[in-house]
């Protein structure tokens, strides 16, 4: 089982603002000429494959990619999430966060597609079996690893930025692939569901919602930046007070003695690994847990952690407001 990407603490977010804020846009960038320097744009499909487009990746590395790539592999949930969305099947893929196979919510849109390792930890051999002529590599910050990579092919991408969030990285993903308008018709389209969406909750529209991944030492609320929140106030709909806070991570876990932090007039919850599922599990045994508002008044709600708790996608977003739109609709 790949162990859970952890959310990033205080300090880390202030050291990687300027890095984010740098490699944010860079995977925007394009040099849209073929390999002799011409602009040809990216119209014309070389019927050998063999022309290249020059983008820069979120780290602002120049990278050649194919101008039409036909073996993608993706390394990271979200960028299996966001090449499925852009209508691209990719010949090997990774498992899900805090997972053994790919996840459920993308799981009959993967069928026969190649497993090449687990989250961020590709197998090699395998990752040469399914011959890539594209790897997106997420996050990845193992320059080891990244330099196995691009023996493999020279174009390995590196799609986010540690606070990207995810339409940014579907927009440089649908750069990489020569796609970038329909990257933003996708992200125009879930915009306009999620506005709708939101309207029509009837007594629950603009709803408090506590967002909380119940961790084996405690539970953590996402703070407003963060994927599954940022969809909630795309529904127009607002967190409590005390989680109004303008992050882009989960909080460190908190004590038994201050759970009342995640109450609200609803409270979604998840976990990513069995080990939090048990402290979930014992912790609704508990007294204080009961005496939540949200509990007494039965609105807490079970969510999918492995879709809820990463750093999302256009696919995730559509999950997520389904949940908050069958949660919430009266």
Known sequence: MTVPRRPLSTATRRATRTVAALGAAALLLTGCGSDDGSDKGSSAKSGSGSETRTIKDATGKAVKVPTHPERVVT??????????????????ITNGQGLDKPPAYLADKVKGIDIVGNLLQPVMDKVVAAKPDLIL??????????????????????????????????????????????????????????????????????????????NPDGPSWMENKQFASGVALEMGLKRPKNQNKDGNAHTPSLSL??????DGDWLFLSTLTSDGEKALKDVQKKPAYKD???????????????????????????????????????
């Open 75 to 92: 390394l990271t949930q979200e960028d299996l999430d966001a090449v499925l969305a852009l209508g691209v099947k990719p010949v090997g």
């Open 257 to 262: 003695e201050k759970i009342d932090e995640i």
């Open 137 to 214: 590599a997420g996050d990845m910050q193992d320059e080891q690893v990244l330099k196995q990579l691009r023996e493999i092919t020279p174009a390995t991408v590196v799609t986010m930025a540690p606070t990207d969030d995810w339409k940014l990285t579907l927009r440089g993903i649908g750069n990489a692939v020569n796609d970038l308008p329909k990257a933003n018709k996708v992200i125009g389209d879930h915009e306009a569901a999620a506005k709708k969406a939101g309207a029509g909750l009837g007594e629950n529209k603009g709803a408090e919602v506590s967002i909380v991944r119940w």
């Open 292 to 330: 939540l508002g949200a509990v007494k008044k039965n609105h807490v709600v079970t969510v999918d952690g492995s879709v809820w708790s990463t750093r999302g996608g256009p696919l995730a977003a559509a999950e997520v407001m389904k949940d908050y739109t069958e949660a919430l609709k009266k």
